[in-house]
Nanobody, 123 residues
Framework: QVQLVESGGGLVQAGGSLRLSCAAS????????MGWFRQAPGKEREFVAA????????IYADSVKGRFTISRDNAKNTVYLQMNSLKPEDTAVYYC????????????????WGQGTQVSVSS
């Protein structure tokens, strides 16, 4: 079992930056793939970014590539999402997720989920 708690959301103007954090507890952190999804009002939840915690391989959705960076601190059992050059269309609830593999995580196969944190970008 893995417990995930997100923080760091808020309101920012377009072009600004935010950093989300996801603190994990429970089973061995470094053996999981971790990532971020988001859900905007009236839309389905979509994949944003993921990484393998053992070798640091990162995968991004095309919509955030070059603007967002996923990273982790295994000593702190924490995954981060640095979001730069934010756009109004990035407004959503952002969810941290964990799974056995990156493939499982992206396909949402038995993911563990955090409670979500709101990110709002004003134009």
């Amino acid at each position: 079992q893995v417990q995930l708690v997100e923080s760091g959301g808020g309101l920012v103007q377009a072009g600004g930056s935010l950093r989300l954090s996801c603190a994990a507890s429970g089973r061995t952190f470094s053996s999981y793939a971790m990532g971020w999804f988001r859900q905007a009002p009236g839309k389905e939840r979509e994949f944003v970014a993921a990484m393998r915690l053992d070798v640091g391989i990162q995968i991004y959705a095309d919509s955030v590539k070059g603007r967002f960076t996923i990273s982790r601190d295994n000593a702190k059992n924490t995954v981060y999402l640095q979001m730069n050059s934010l756009k109004p269309e990035d407004t959503a609830v952002y969810y941290c997720a964990a799974a056995q593999t990156v493939g499982d995580l992206i396909r949402d196969e038995n993911n563990y989920w955090g409670q979500g944190t709101q990110v709002s970008v004003s134009s």
